[in-house]
C-alpha cells in the first residue's frame, strides 16, 4: 500500500506546533521551483538580489507560521505569492518601472504571432530527448531565458507559475492577487511574445 | 476557460539551463537555522489555541462562530437578567408571569382608581402572606391614611412607579487616575495589554526600554504600557486585549481625532498639489495612495508613541506639497511604522499581515 504522502497544509501545521522537521521537508518540497521562479523572476540584472529575495520569502513563511491558514490558496500558492511580492519590491527598490497591467505596453497595438517562424518549430520534446534533439532544447532553453528578460514582470510571473510551476489559472490569479480574466490576459500575451521571441530563433534558418 | 500550456515553451523551460541550479548552502543553512530558533520558541500550547483561534476565524466559519457567540451572549444575558429578577422578588413573592407583564402606566392607575372609587365599598382585604397582584389595588386611598401594612400589601405593580429612585444607583464615574496611576488620562486600549514580547523581543528590548522609561505622553497619544510593553512585536500585538469602550470613554474617542496620522490626512486634505516621492512610485496623492494611508492610520491607531531615535538611513515614503516635504513614512524591519510630520515623529506597531498587505499594495502603485 503506497504510503499517503503528508500535505504542505499538514507539514505547515506541524511546524507551527514546533516540528521542525516539517519545516524541512516543506523547504525541501519547494525549494527548487521556488528558487527557480525567484532567479527568473528578478532576472540576469538583478541575480545577486535573487538569495535575497528566495531567503526572505522563506523567512516569511516561518514568522507567519502561526498566522498560516489555508484560506482557499494552497500552501504553494501562498508561498510564490511571497516571493512574487518580494521581486516585485525588489524591481521597485531599483528604480525598475514595473506595468501593474501588464499588458498596456504593448506598443504598436495588437500582437500578431509570426505563423511562419512558428510552424518550422521541432515536435515538442519527449520526456527524455537525446542526441541532437536534447541539444536542440537545451539551446531553446537559453533562448527561452532570454526572452523572458524581454517581458515586463507581470506577464512573465504569470508565465513562470503557469507553465513552470504548473499552477492551474486560478492559482495564478490567486498568487498574483488579481482577477482570473487579468491572469489569462497576462498569460496569453506572455505566450504571444516568448513564441514570437523563440519563432524567430528556432526556424529552420536560425537553427 | 485555463488555456492549456503551449508544449513547445514548457519543453525549452524544462531544459533551460538553470533548471538544475541549486540554492547555495549559505543560504539554506540561514533558512533552516531561523526556522529552527522560531520552533524553538514555539510553546505547543499556545500554538493550539492560535491554531484554534485562526481556524475559527477564516471568514468561512467567521458567521458560523459569529453566530454562536451571539447566542451565548444572549443566553448570558438572559440568565442574567432572570437572575436579577430572582434577586428582587423573594421566591414566594413572585408574582405570576402575566401580573408581570403589563406595567402600569400612571393613567392605568388613575383609572383603577376611578373603578375603584366608582365601586361600593368593598370590605378591606385581608392580608396576605404575599403582596400579590390578587388584591384589589387600594390606589385611591389617600396615601397619608395608609399603614405601614397597607402600604406593604400594595401590589407590586402598582408600588414599582411610585418608587422613582432607579434600582440601582449610577456607578460613580472613576476618577482618571483610578484608570492609569501616575498618568493624567485613561490609557488608550492597545498598550495596556499588551503581552511579553517573545522571540523578537531581543531585537526591540532596547527600544522599548528607551520607550517606556519616558513619563510624559505627548498630548492625545497613546502613553506607553505600563505592563510589559511589546510593541514592534507582532505576535503581542495580536494579543492586545483593549479595555471596554465603557472605561475608556469619550477621551478615547477624543484622542483619534489626534492621531498623527488624522492630523496628516487633514494636512493633506488642506494642501494644494500633495504628491508622492518613493523608491517606487513619483506621482500625484491619488485614491489609491489615500487608500493606503487609511489602511495605515486604522492600523496603527492608538498605538503611536513618540519616537526618539533618528530617522532611518533608508528613504522613506515622502509626501510633498508646493512648499516642501510633509511628512515621510517608512515601514520599518521590526515590524513598526514609522512617521514623521508636522507634528513630530512617531513610532507605531504594526502587524505582520498589516505590513505584507501595506507592502504589497504599494507594489502595485
Known amino acids: 500500500m503506497p504510503a499517503i504522502e503528508t500535505t504542505d497544509d499538514e507539514l505547515m501545521a506541524a511546524y507551527a506546533r514546533g516540528d521542525v522537521a516539517a519545516f524541512e521537508r516543506l523547504y525541501e518540497r ?20 535573487a538569495d535575497e529575495v528566495f531567503q526572505d520569502t522563506w523567512l516569511r513563511v516561518v514568522h507567519s507560521r502561526d498566522r498560516w491558514a489555508p484560506q482557499g490558496a494552497t500552501f504553494r500558492t501562498w508561498l510564490f505569492t511571497l516571493a512574487h511580492h518580494r521581486a516585485i519590491d525588489l524591481h521597485r527598490r531599483s528604480g525598475r518601472e514595473v506595468s501593474i497591467d501588464g499588458h498596456d505596453d504593448d506598443g504598436d497595438g495588437p500582437w500578431q504571432p509570426d505563423g511562419a517562424a512558428w510552424q518550422h518549430w521541432p515536435a515538442p520534446p519527449s520526456s527524455e530527448p537525446d542526441g541532437a534533439e536534447l541539444a536542440f532544447w537545451r539551446r531553446a532553453g537559453e533562448r527561452l531565458l532570454d526572452c523572458l528578460e524581454q517581458l515586463p514582470l507581470p506577464q512573465r510571473s504569470a508565465f513562470l507559475l503557469h507553465h513552470d510551476d504548473g499552477l492551474p489559472l486560478n492559482d495564478v490569479a490567486r498568487a498574483l492577487e488579481v482577477g482570473f480574466e487579468t491572469a489569462k490576459t497576462r498569460l496569453r500575451y ?18 | 476557460m485555463s488555456p492549456p500550456p503551449d508544449p513547445w515553451l514548457q519543453g525549452a523551460l524544462r531544459h533551460a539551463p538553470d533548471r538544475d541550479t541549486d540554492v547555495p548552502a549559505a543560504v539554506r543553512d540561514t533558512i533552516l537555522r531561523e526556522a529552527r530558533r522560531h520552533a524553538a520558541a514555539t510553546p505547543a500550547a499556545r500554538g493550539r489555541w492560535r491554531r484554534w483561534f485562526s481556524a475559527w476565524s477564516q471568514p468561512q466559519r467567521l458567521g458560523y462562530s459569529g453566530a454562536l457567540a451571539a447566542v451565548w451572549v444572549a ?4 440568565l442574567n437578567g432572570l437572575d436579577e429578577e430572582a434577586r428582587k422578588t423573594p421566591l414566594q413573592d413572585r408574582p405570576a408571569a402575566a401580573e408581570i407583564a403589563p406595567r402600569p402606566t400612571v393613567v392605568d392607575r388613575m383609572a383603577d382608581a376611578a373603578d375603584t372609587a366608582a365601586q361600593p365599598a368593598a370590605p378591606p382585604p385581608a392580608p396576605r402572606p404575599s403582596p400579590s397582584v390578587a388584591a384589589p389595588p387600594p390606589a385611591a386611598e389617600p396615601r397619608a391614611s395608609r399603614s405601614p401594612d397597607a402600604r406593604a400589601a400594595l401590589p407590586s405593580r402598582v408600588a414599582a412607579p411610585e418608587m422613582a429612585a432607579p434600582a440601582a444607583p449610577p456607578p460613580a464615574a472613576p476618577p482618571a487616575q483610578a484608570l492609569r496611576p501616575g498618568h493624567a488620562e485613561p490609557s488608550t486600549p492597545a498598550a495596556p495589554a499588551l503581552a511579553p514580547a517573545r522571540e523578537e523581543a531581543s531585537m526591540n528590548d532596547a527600544h522599548v ?15 506607553p504600557a505600563s505592563g510589559p510593553p511589546a510593541w514592534g512585536n507582532a505576535s503581542a500585538v495580536r494579543q492586545a486585549a483593549p479595555l471596554p469602550s465603557s472605561v475608556l470613554g469619550a477621551t478615547t474617542l477624543s484622542k483619534v481625532s489626534l492621531d498623527p496620522m488624522s492630523m496628516l490626512l487633514r494636512r493633506l486634505d488642506g494642501s494644494a498639489h500633495p504628491r508622492w516621492a518613493t523608491p517606487g512610485y513619483d506621482g500625484p496623492d491619488g485614491a489609491v495612495q489615500r487608500a493606503w494611508l487609511e489602511r495605515l492610520r486604522g492600523a496603527a491607531a492608538g498605538r503611536w508613541v513618540p519616537a526618539r531615535e533618528a530617522p532611518p538611513q533608508a528613504p522613506g515614503l515622502k509626501i510633498l506639497d508646493d512648499r516642501g516635504t ?14 514623521d510630520a508636522d507634528s513630530g515623529s512617531w513610532l507605531a506597531p504594526l502587524r505582520e499581515a498589516t505590513i505584507d498587505e501595506l507592502e504589497s499594495a504599494r507594489a502595485r502603485w
Open chain 1, 190 to 207: 506572455a505566450m504571444s511574445k516568448l513564441r514570437t521571441c523563440m519563432g524567430a530563433y528556432l526556424a529552420p534558418e536560425a537553427r
Open chain 2, 326 to 339: 510633509i511628512a515621510t513614512v517608512w515601514i520599518l524591519p521590526a515590524g513598526q511604522v514609522r512617521l
Open chain 2, 209 to 223: 526600554a528607551s520607550t517606556t522609561a519616558r513619563p510624559e505622553v505627548a498630548p492625545g497619544m497613546a502613553p
Open chain 1, 30 to 49: 519547494h525549494q527548487s521551483a521556488l528558487y527557480r521562479f525567484v532567479r527568473r523572476m528578478v532576472g540576469v540584472a538583478l541575480a545577486a538580489q
Open chain 2, 75 to 78: 443566553g448570558v444575558w438572559g
